[in-house]
């Protein structure tokens, strides 16, 4: 079914159908992944390891039941990680350097600094406009739509 204009909507339908199914027996991590998967992300936080570990063990259960394995677990707290590569959970990769040497991963392509817990955006270029061609529509609404697309981040990260 992959190709097909409809796989986006098949797959969606197909998580959501496994979601329902455990509604009342996980309701947390069903929570999280009815509001927190984008595609095939998971992204959310916890207040405390015991939940959070409850929740991703939660989260696996139900996706390994529908023959989906959530993988690449990753967070902030060493303690946690450590759990979850015992309970079994494949976590991410320990963090890569990026070019000024922060070690840091990407959430949703947007640099994350696991040591030190933030996210880096990059304003450069934002406003940029490439004066070489000429303004059109196409070209404003694209620099319209880098700035929003970063200001809506920030703003996702300020409302918790």
Known sequence: ???????PFLLSATINHHIEKYREQYPAATEMLDTCLYVDDVISGADDISQALKISKDADTIMKNASMKLRKWNSNDQTLMKTWEYEGLETHPRHSENNSGVQS????????????????IDVKGLLELDTSKRVT????????????????YIDCIQQK
């Open 137 to 152: 529509k196409r070209i404003v609404l694209l620099s319209a739509g880098k700035i929003y697309r970063s200001r809506l």
């Open 105 to 120: 991963s990407k959430v949703l392509g947007i640099p994350w600094n696991v040591i030190h817990d933030y996210f880096t």
């Open 1 to 7: 079914m992959f190709g097909v204009n409809v796989s």
